[in-house]
């Protein structure tokens, strides 16, 4: 079977296609390594200072260049990295589980409280749930990445929540995966009736958390600090 002859430039150019790409992963994949070493700092001197851990589990994600490229095509990006870059501001994304709904906007603040951290747009879902029940407090925020060629000013979006937050959006993405997003308007009523659940049982659990160990000072909402908040109607993956 004959080989097909590749032309030396086409080849050159497909290399360095694919190292530019490579380089334009690795900026947002060591910003999302900026942030999570912050959050586990303050998770360690949290434990230090007030001998409470409010981070239950952290975790992060890259997304693909498929899921680029989709997404960019879906919301009419221009197929280009400047464009790519200045228009998807959630190629990065880390999410981090709390135990109560005071710790995810205490950890914002303390995050976004940081010199070299930029907030570039807040998401309250929390105290503005979706339609279909979803609750989450989702933040872009801009972090510098040291690289040999310079610093580069990388967004990555953190999604704080508690668990009972995380674990019905993990069951709601399932089911509209499942589904293929046609879900039954059986289920949809009951993941919304469980999305009441969960909230219902956030509240229990803080009021017991604070029997136990004392009121402590609620900072202030995402949105009293930002008046910026704009929707996307699918719930995020």
Known sequence: MSSIPVDDDMLEQARAMRDEMQRFLNEYRFGMREIETK?????????QQHSYNP????SSRLKTLDSIAEKADRKGIEPTIEAIRSQLLDIAGVRVTCSFVTDAYRLFHLLA???DVTVVQVKDYIAHPKPNGYK????IVEVPVFLSTGTVPVPVEVQFRTIAMDFWASLEHK??????????ARLTDSLRDAALTAAELDDRMERLHREL???????IAPLQ???????????PA
């Open 39 to 47: 959050l586990s700092i303050l998770r360690e001197d949290f434990e």
């Open 55 to 58: 981070i239950e589990h952290v």
């Open 113 to 115: 409280g940081q010199d």
């Open 136 to 139: 989450s407090l989702h933040a």
């Open 175 to 184: 089911i509209y995966y499942k589904y293929a997003s046609q879900v039954p």
């Open 213 to 219: 160990h004392g009121e402590r000072p609620a900072p």
């Open 225 to 235: 600090l930002l008046a910026r908040s704009d929707d996307e109607s699918p719930t």
